[in-house]
């Protein structure tokens, strides 16, 4: 499901190709739910063309390992048209979600992709991260 562009992978249009997608892609597709992450992709996609998402998945370095994930939404220049490099975007603060137990990170970073789709682009978290809109 990664699509080749000026040197550049994604998943579909909207995310920036991470080694945190590429894995949370993989855990789908062996588990039985890439229908439901390609689906989340597709209501993701549906507004905000112009904007990317890079997505990130760690784990806290305690003895817990609790995974969080980290969401940066990147924003063509005003002056830029197309861009071609990561020069020509403007970068967000980042978002973190932090899962509320210990859990597997590759679930916990499917989840989080879920939610930000669910009834997107009308639900909170999508307004926050990938529209920019304060709730």
Known sequence: MY??????CSFGAK???????????NYAAE???FDKLNQARKNIDCAYLNR??????FTT???KRIPYVILTRYTPKQDVIVPKSMDDFNVSE???FIASKKMNPLKFGFEIIRKL???APKNNMYKKVVAGKTT
């Open 3 to 8: 699509i080749q562009n000026n040197n550049q």
């Open 15 to 25: 995310f920036l190709n991470t080694q945190s997608l590429r894995d949370v892609v």
């Open 31 to 33: 588990n039985g739910k």
């Open 52 to 57: 990317r998402i890079k997505f990130e998945l």
């Open 61 to 63: 370095e305690d003895e």
């Open 94 to 96: 980042p978002f973190i």
């Open 117 to 119: 789709s669910n009834s």
